[in-house]
């Protein structure tokens, strides 16, 4: 069964940071893009940052530049959403998002179901 579960969010204080995870299974981990999106309340969805099949990050969004770091471990079927200096706008649903193509498709063939993340005082 292909499967995409994130983990890692919370309540942290602005100025905190928080790692989230994104552990897949059912498909070839490996040869997938892996993208992370946010959607706060009454907003769209958008497009956080993204790493390809072959570990190059791609960040869609100016704000995640500088501050959010994407990794991944193929050994573990996981990628990581390293979110440093947060604030109160980065307050949102993650949800990460597996690629057959690369980071640059909009097509994206797997969700999964998001963490929530808060950031308040």
């Known amino acids: 069964q292909t499967q995409l579960v994130e983990s890692g969010g919370g309540l942290v204080q602005p100025g905190r940071s928080l790692r989230l995870s994104c552990s897949a299974s059912g498909f070839a981990f490996e040869s997938f893009a892996i993208g992370w999106f946010r959607q706060a309340p009454g907003k769209q969805r958008e497009a956080v940052v993204c790493i390809s099949s072959s570990d190059s990050p791609w960040y869609y969004a100016d704000f995640a530049k500088g501050r959010f770091t994407i990794a991944r471990n193929n050994a573990k079927n996981t990628v990581y959403l390293q979110m440093n200096s947060l604030n109160s706008e980065d307050t949102a649903t993650y949800y990460c998002?597996?690629?057959?193509?690369?980071?640059?498709?909009?097509?994206?063939?797997?969700w999964g179901q998001g963490t929530q993340v808060t950031v308040s005082s």
């Open positions: 998002a597996a690629n057959r193509i690369d980071c640059s498709s909009s097509e994206n063939d797997y």
